[in-house]
């Protein structure tokens, strides 16, 4: 589960509402969300296969044309 801290407590609640109403293949789904004093917890779809940013990076670049 991803975490983020308390203290942007705006923001996390808008972070904790959107995905959870969005319905695309290209998005995680957002299951459930959790509070405890200091932090604030988000249940996502696994999604197995690695880092998405370590897997672009191994890409080669693309040239623009």
């Known amino acids: 589960a991803a975490r983020a801290p308390r203290s942007d407590g705006a923001r996390a609640h808008r972070a904790r509402r959107a995905p959870s109403q969005m319905r695309h293949p290209f998005v995680l789904k957002l ?33 623009a044309a």
Do not use: H, K, W
């Not at 959790?34 to 880092?51: A, H, I, S």
């Open 31 to 63: 299951y459930a969300t959790y509070q405890d004093p200091n932090m604030c917890y988000f249940l996502l779809e696994l999604v197995q296969g690695g880092e998405l940013f370590s897997r672009l990076a191994q890409q080669p670049a693309v040239q």
